[in-house]
């Protein structure tokens, strides 16, 4: 099972601290070069390359790019507390396979499952509380947190 490129084992992967620094050279800024990483780290170019591929394909971390939903027209972002009968893992499944939701976690708390969506409008929220989520086998009720302002997201925890 996998959660987007993320292999959904627990064990936390062994780096050393060449591989940490390279993770943290691209946290920073994920267009710098291998070559400018491999300067950076004491490494060659190839040997960046590598090891950038190896930590991609083992799942450890994705280079992707990170838009401002607002600028590309999605104009409604929001939360959405999910409380669930039965299995929240095959729950979890069937919303990570709506387009809209970008993200999926099943909590504990006041909720099972909380699923961030993006959406062109109102409209299209309203749809789809009604007519996907709240249709699934094992919602029992949801509770919707819209954004009225992104204030912060940033990625660059760093390695441990």
């Given at each position: ?8 084992n ?23 070069s ?86 062109e ?21 949801t ?18």
């Amino acid at each position: 099972m996998t959660n987007g490129n993320r292999p959904t084992n627990h064990r936390p992967v062994q780096l050393d601290d060449v591989s940490k620094a390279i993770i943290e050279q691209l946290q920073a800024d994920g267009r710098r070069s291998y070559a400018d990483i491999g300067k950076a780290v004491g490494l060659s170019e190839a040997a960046v390359r590598q090891r950038v591929q190896r930590l991609t394909e083992a799942g450890v971390m994705q280079i992707v790019a990170v838009t401002d939903p607002m600028q590309l027209g999605f104009t409604r972002q929001a939360m959405i507390g999910i409380r669930a009968t039965g299995d929240t893992r095959v729950l979890a499944e069937e919303l990570a396979a709506i387009p809209e939701i970008d993200y999926v976690v099943l909590t504990a708390g006041s909720f099972d499952l909380l699923a961030e969506v993006v959406c062109e409008d109102d409209d299209q929220l309203i749809t789809l509380l009604n007519s996907r989520i709240r249709n699934l086998d094992g919602v029992q009720t949801t509770e919707t947190f819209v954004y009225l302002k992104l204030q912060k997201q940033f990625y660059n925890w760093g390695t441990r």
